[in-house]
C-alpha cells in the first residue's frame, strides 16, 4: 500500500450490474471491503473463459487493497450439485466426469481443483482470502433452505425443496439484475421431463432428493439429498462476508439464472439484499465464435501456455495472456486470436523494458515531462471503473517519456525518476499484477547472450586464423555439454543430454 | 508402473502397529488399496515434523503404485476442532491463531493451507487423491456420533457428547494400539477444569458445545458446537474408503490418544474395527532435542530451505531433505543436525551424478557384473517393511559399479545398461522420489561453466599481450549485464540489475 495513496479518498466509481451505471464506491464499514466472487465448477481442465474473471477481480482486490481498503476476498469452490443444465436435470457435472474417469467424485474435484490452482499462479493472480467448498458447507445451506421455507417462499415436493419464484416475484423483482421478466419466461419456457415437481417452470431447486446411484448426497430434514446449484453461493457469502456486503462479482454468463437465483435467495430468506454492488465481466470469443467444446475451440490454460492446440502458432507466456486481458476493459468483449496475443506479448515487452530503462535514466537539475501529471491519470483510469485500457495508454505514454529521457531529448530529476519507479512498480506490478520473466527466462537469456559471445570469439580467432584457439573454445563447450554445429547459416549450439 | 512387476506378486511385509510385528500386506480388494494418512492442523507454518510423514506415506503410495495397485490416498486437512491440549480443553488453535492475527479462521487455514501445499511440492510429494476438510464433513461426523449414540457407547452432557471408554472397554480393547491399559490411565490422569461433565476422565468429546464467543460452530441435535478432533478421521475415511480399509498412516505422536480414539469410535459405531493396518513414522530430533518452539529448535520448512534460522549453517535444498529423511528407516529416530544435511547433500549428489554416468556408459560384449541380482536386492529392500536405508546401500553399491565401468573396470551389455536405467529411474526417481535439479538450477550451472570459458578466453588475450581482445570480451559482456572484477584470487564475476 501506498503512503501517499492511503486515505482511500480515491473516487473509485464502479459500474452496478444492478442499476446498470457507474456509482461511487462507499464500502459499509470502511476500511473493510467484503469481495465475493463466483469461482470454477472443478470437472475438467481450468480454460480461456476462467482467466477473465479471475483477472478482472484480482485486479479489483489489488486495486482496493493499494487503496488501503482490508479486503476479504471469497472465492468459492463448486464441488457439488452443479447439474448439467440450468433446469434442475441432467447430471451432476463432477458426478459425470467421475464415472467417465472412474474415479470417487471427489477425485475428481482434487485433481481439477489442483489444476486450477495452478493455473492461477501462474497467472499470477492472489490466492482469495477464502476458498470455501460448497460440500463442505451443506449444513450452513439446509439452513438457508429452513428459513426460505419459513418465510414462505420454499415448498417441498417428494423430498425435493423448490423455490417459489411466482410468490416471491409478488413482493420483490425477480428479474432486477438480468433485466428478465418473469411472465416472458414462463411463457417461453419448455417444460422439460422431470420438472413436474415444480408449481412454475421457472422455480428452481434448493435442495434435489438423490436417486439410490448418486454419490453425494447428505442426510436432511427432507431427503437424502444434495443442495440446488445456486444455494452455495448464498450460503457461503453470507457465513464469511455477513448478511450484506459489497461487492459480489461473475462472469455476465452467470446474471442469469445464477446470480437472479442469489438475489432471491438472500432476500426470501432475509427481508433484504446482500449484495451492495454486483459487477460483471464480458466474455471472450475465439476469432470471433463462442468458445465452446462442440466447435473445437475450446482451449485450455495449460494448451494456450503450451502451444499445444491446433488453432495456436505459438505458446503464449501466462503474462502474455494477463497482458491481453487486461488491455481491454472488463466490460467489454474481446477476441482471442494469435495475432491479438501476439501483440500483446509485444506490448507487454515493450513495457518491461520501459521499467529497467528507468534504473539507467541519467537525473538532470530539471524535469522536462510532467510525471505527477502521468500519475494522476493513471489512478483517473483505474478510478474510472477499472479502465485499464485507458490506463495503458497513460503508462505508454510514459514509456514514451522514459525512452526520450534514455535518448537525451527530454530530462528529469533525481526526484522524478523516483517517481517514475514508484508509479512503474505500483501500476505495473503491484496493480496490474504483471511480472518480470521468471529468473528460469532471464537465465535462458542470459545462456543465449553468453553463448554468442563464445561464439564471437571463436569467429574472431578463425578469422585470425589460430585454429588452436578455435578449437580448444569447441572443446571446452563439449565437457560442459553444448555442442556446436557450423552451418551455412552461422554457428548453432544446442546443450546435450 | 514397470511390465515386469505389475503382478503385484511382490512378498510386501510392512509393521503393523497394531500386532506389532511385519506382517505380509495383502489388501482387502486388490488391485485397489485404500490408504488414510493423518494430515496437518494448519494453523502455523509446515515444518520439519511435517516432511517425514508427507515423504514417508508418500514413499509408501509411489511404491504400491509402483507394484501395479490403485490405490485411493486420502490425507485430511484439520481445519476445526482441534484444541490446544487433549483434554478436551482450551482454545480451538486454528480460532486462538485467527485472534491473533485478527483473521477469520478460515482465513488462517486458507493461508498454512497454501504454505503446506507449496512446501509439498517442493518436497515432491505427490498429492493425494483425496484431501477432506474437517469442516467439509460436519454432517458426516454428527451422522457418526449418533450411530454411537445408538450403539451406547456416546452420552449427552449439557449439550456436549461424550465417548464411554469405559463402558467400551468392557467389550472391546481401549489401548489395544498404544498398549496403554486403561486403569493405569484413570489413575495417572488429573481432573482438569471443565472435565466435569465425563464420566470419567478417559472419556473424550464427540462433540463439544460451543460458547457463545466461539466462531466457528454448526448447529446439531445436541447444541450449537463443534465436532471433537478424534472424530474427522474416523468419519472421512469410512466416508472416503469404506467402512473396512486397508492401511492407517500417521506420526508415532498420534498413536495415543489419537488413533486409539478412531478405533474406539470406529468399533463403537460399526462393530468391527475399519483399519487394518496401522502404520507409524517416528519422529525427529533436533541436535538431539524434541522439536518445540520453547526451545527455539522449531525449524519451518521455508527456513530450511532459505537458510534463515540460527540453527541453520545454509540453506538446504528440498531434495537434501528427502534424502535425509530416507536415508533412515521410517520407524526409526533421526537427529537433525548440519553435519547430517550436509552428508545427505553429498550422498545425492554422488547419486545423481551416478544416474548421469549410465547415459555415458559404453556396452561391452559382456557384463562383469550382475545387475539382475541388484535390482532383485533393491525389491527385497522395499518389500522389507520399507527399508530405504538398505535401498540405498544396494543403489550405492550400483553407483560403484556405473563408476567402475565408467572408469573401464568393470563391463556391462547394451541390455545391462538398459537395465540399469530402468533399475535407477524407477528407484530414484519413481519410487524414492527424488528429483533432478531443476532447469533453473542447471541453468544457473551452466551460466557458471560457460563464464568461466569466457573468462579463461580472456586471460589467455592478457597473456598474449592482446589487449584489444581481453577489452572487447569485457565490453560485451557489460552489455549483456555481466561486470567483471579483476581480484588478487582471480577474476569474479556478476550479474547486475
Known amino acids: 500500500m501506498r503512503d501517499n495513496c492511503s486515505d482511500m479518498n480515491h473516487n473509485l466509481q464502479i459500474y452496478n450490474s444492478l442499476v446498470r451505471e457507474k456509482v461511487p464506491f462507499e464500502p459499509l464499514n470502511p476500511p473493510f471491503v467484503g469481495l465475493y466472487v463466483c469461482g470454477p465448477t472443478v470437472y475438467s481442465d481450468a480454460h480461456l473463459g476462467h482467466a477473465r474473471p479471475a483477472i478482472t477481480f484480482d485486479l479489483l482486490f489489488r486495486y482496493l487493497t493499494h487503496l488501503g481498503y482490508k479486503v476479504r476476498y471469497v472465492r468459492n469452490i463448486t464441488d457439488v450439485g452443479h447439474l448439467e443444465n440450468d433446469a434442475d436435470e441432467g447430471d451432476d457435472k463432477i458426478q459425470k466426469k467421475a464415472k467417465l474417469e472412474n474415479l470417487e467424485p471427489m477425485e475428481v474435484v482434487q485433481k481439477y481443483m489442483a489444476t486450477f490452482h495452478r493455473n492461477m499462479d501462474q497467472l499470477n493472480t ?60 414462463i411463457a417461453c419456457t419448455r417444460t422439460l421431463e422431470g420438472q413436474e415437481e415444480k408449481k412454475n417452470s421457472c422455480d428452481f431447486a434448493l435442495w434435489k432428493k438423490a436417486s439410490p446411484e448418486h454419490l453425494m448426497k447428505w442426510p436432511s430434514p427432507w431427503s437424502e439429498g444434495f443442495p440446488g446449484w445456486h444455494l452455495e453461493c448464498s450460503a457461503m457469502s ?111 515487452q515493450k513495457l518491461m523494458k520501459a521499467v529497467e530503462t528507468i534504473d539507467k535514466l541519467k537525473p538532470s537539475s530539471k524535469s522536462s515531462i510532467d510525471i505527477k501529471a502521468l500519475k494522476k491519470k493513471c489512478y483517473e483510469a483505474m478510478d474510472d471503473d477499472l479502465n485499464t485500457p485507458v490506463l495503458l495508454s497513460h503508462l505508454f505514454e510514459g514509456v514514451r517519456c522514459i525512452n526520450s529521457v534514455a535518448d537525451g531529448c527530454e530530462t528529469v530529476t533525481e526526484a522524478d525518476i523516483n517517481e517514475l519507479r514508484t508509479l512503474f512498480n505500483d501500476f505495473v506490478f503491484g496493480i496490474m499484477g504483471l511480472q518480470k520473466e521468471s529468473s528460469q527466462e532471464i537465465g535462458e537469456e542470459l545462456t543465449s547472450r553468453l553463448m554468442e559471445i563464445i561464439i564471437g570469439l571463436r569467429q574472431d580467432a578463425k578469422e585470425r586464423k589460430e585454429w ?30
Not at 433452505?145 to 423455490?163: A, C, H, M, P
Not at 476469432?287 to 505459438?314: C, P, V, Y
Open 126 to 185: 492472489l490466492p482469495p482470502s477464502i476458498e470455501p467448498r460448497a460440500s463442505g458447507h451443506i449444513i450452513e445451506q439446509q439452513e438457508l433452505i429452513k428459513k426460505i421455507i419459513d418465510q414462505g417462499y420454499g415448498y417441498e415436493v417428494n423430498g425435493s425443496v423448490y423455490f417459489d419464484v411466482n410468490k416471491y416475484n409478488k413482493k420483490y423483482d425477480y428479474g432486477k439484475l438480468s433485466g428478465r421478466v418473469l411472465e416472458e419466461l
Open 238 to 348: 453470507i457465513k464469511y462476508l455477513g448478511e450484506v456486503f459489497d461487492i459480489h462479482g461473475g462472469g455476465m454468463d452467470l446474471k442469469f439464472p445464477h446470480h437472479e437465483c442469489e438475489i432471491a435467495q438472500s432476500t426470501a430468506a432475509l427481508g433484504k439484499e446482500s449484495v451492495r454492488y454486483w459487477m460483471h465481466n464480458n466474455m471472450i470469443t475465439i476469432n470471433g465464435q463462442k468458445m465452446a467444446r462442440s466447435l473445437g475451440n475450446f482451449i485450455t490454460l495449460d494448451q494456450l501456455f503450451s502451444g499445444e492446440h491446433e488453432l495456436l502458432e505459438q505458446p503464449y507466456n501466462p503474462m502474455t495472456i494477463r497482458f491481453f486481458i487486461l488491455q481491454a476493459h472488463y466490460r467489454s468483449t474481446m477476441d482471442f486470436s494469435n495475432e491479438a496475443l501476439q501483440a500483446a506479448e509485444k506490448g507487454a
Open 468 to 497: 588452436a584457439v578455435s578449437d580448444k573454445i569447441r572443446d571446452k563447450l563439449e565437457k560442459v555439454g553444448v555442442t556446436l554445429k557450423d552451418t551455412k547459416e552461422g554457428t548453432v549450439w544446442e546443450v546435450g543430454l
